[in-house]
């Protein structure tokens, strides 16, 4: 049953760096992310890979990670008005206890350099946690990822 | 229940002999049912790790095979036309790779396709690149500028010289000389570049004339009286007619009117001094070019504006909108969809003649030797201006419009783990 939650966690967090690591702009120089707080984040992704991306949203609210895809309103840039998708649950129960960042993000500087200016940001550090209940209490999850955004930190652009 | 159970069994075996024997057999069962369990997971996991470890690697030789590629087309923008396929590139012990490029369409940017294998796992990456145009900026100038305080300016402002700013400039100011604040915004910040040359438009314009006369869309000198051509698009098809009068007023009389469909290289290049007066609807992409000027000779629209495809007015002299005619022959509320560049001279309007018109709508670009201006005070031009940057243009510039760098720059549009195929 625990590696059963671990590898729910694993799972979204192989989601969200993929997700991310594609990520791209709409907007030349406004960067690929739409908000850039430590528990919620939005950027720009072609997840299904059609000719316009969509805009994904990551947040923790009431104990649960959430995620939502908002469509594209047009096949052009900017391409918005992006059109609200429905929530779901990625993460029933995340670690309460756990009172760091979800979302830390960098420049594409070297070294890397915290920044919350959406413009600006070109990887993202990535916690992840859950809970587990067990016969002995709950069991904490936690896993890490940094992933860097391709199109925006590709080092010959 | 189990004590009963136990209990028959006992009384079928008369005393305790076999006893042991069956306890060890039932708990050599469950060990067993353990062990294997355990094994079993133990394997799954270890597969599964082994295959997220394989198709990183694979993902990371695919990246670099799009690298690769991306050095390549730094040092020539054209290096996809002669090296369409990389065929398989050994990266010794970590695997092959392979790229091929699709060159730009009207609907669909340079796209390099990069297969990765390694240690039998296999990651496909899509990028889509572009290189940056005259396209790239609502206004791009050789010279000087001086935003004032009424304006607003959608997209991104870029000088050879000083920017002065006291309007809203939505987006970012690039100065080769100085920036001057003058009370204005600029919402993506500003910063020093290096100078536009605009004298490498001359041989771009010459790869136009090139791929026009191929297509069968170069229009040469007229010679004897004849004041330029009128060029009027209807969707895919453009009505090309010689003029015999009317320029100064807008009032046309023409000659020898043929219409072509937009070829498929999708230029058409006038060599007439008279220049070319252009107007109408597109809805395919199309550059239109001239060795003088082009006029706009009224509303030049695009027909879808959530259409890929774009359009591109240059003019080795200027783009100029000839204000000077009557509302009968130029509407005074007048819209440009088009990226325009004028090589030598200046996107404008005729502030010499007329009156002042009620309004114009760029949506698109401007890319201007001299300083472009639609207005002169309250007597000529046009009394309100607005300009949207078609941020189309960024991905889909008009066909063959000039880079602005000859090598070195590009820009990663997307990168996408590519569907698996099957």
Known sequence: MRSTQADKVGAALNQMTREIRQAQETQVGYGAFSTAQTQTISFYSNVDQDIAPELINYYVSNGALYKRVDQPSTSVPPYAPFVAGTPT??????????????????????????????????????????QQPSMTGPVNIRLESWVQVRSLSNPLN | MGASWFGRLRQLGGDDRGDALFMVTVMGAVMFFLVTSLIALAVWQQNSASTRTRTTQAMNVADAGINAYLYQLRQNNNYFLTN?????????????????????????PLTLRSIGNSHNASMTIVTTVGFPTFADYMFLVDTDISIGSAATITGNVRSNGTVTN????????????????????????????????FSQVLADMSQIETSATASGTYYPALGGTYQGYLVTLNNTQVTVAKITTGTVTGNF???????????SSGVLFFDDPGGAYVKGTYSKAVTIASSSSIYVAGNYLKADMAGTYSSGLIGQVNVLVPTGWS????????????????????????????????????????????????????????????????????????????????????????????????
């Open chain 2, 253 to 263: 009389t023409t000659t020898g009117a043929t219409t072509v469909t937009i070829p």
């Open chain 2, 166 to 197: 006291a309007g809203h400039v939505a987006g970012q100011v690039m100065y080769a000389n100085s920036f001057v604040n003058s009370g204005g915004t600029v919402d993506l910040g500003t910063t020093r570049t290096v100078t536009v040359d």
């Open chain 1, 89 to 130: 649950v990625v993460i029933a129960q995340v670690n309460p206890s756990y009172t760091g960042n979800t979302f830390t993000y960098y420049t594409n500087t070297s070294p890397p350099v915290s920044t919350t200016d959406t413009s600006a940001i070109s990887a993202v550090d990535i916690v992840l946690t859950g």
């Open chain 2, 84 to 108: 369409a396929d990389t065929g398989w590139v050994s990266m010794g012990v970590d695997g092959s790779y392979r790229v091929t490029a699709s060159a730009p369409t009207s609907s669909a």
């Open chain 2, 327 to 422: 509302t009968t022959y130029l509407p005074t509320d007048m819209t440009i969809d088009a990226a325009m560049l004028a090589q030598s001279g200046a996107c404008t309007a005729d502030l010499a003649n007329g009156t002042l018109k009620s309004s114009l709508t760029i949506n698109g670009a401007i890319a201007s030797e001299g300083q472009p201006n639609y207005v002169s005070g309250t007597s000529h031009g046009f009394s309100a201006r607005y300009y949207n940057y078609d941020r189309n243009l960024q991905l889909y510039a008009p066909p063959m419009f000039p880079n602005t760098g000859s090598t070195g720059a590009l820009h990663v549009n997307s990168w996408v783990e590519s569907k698996p195929v099957g």
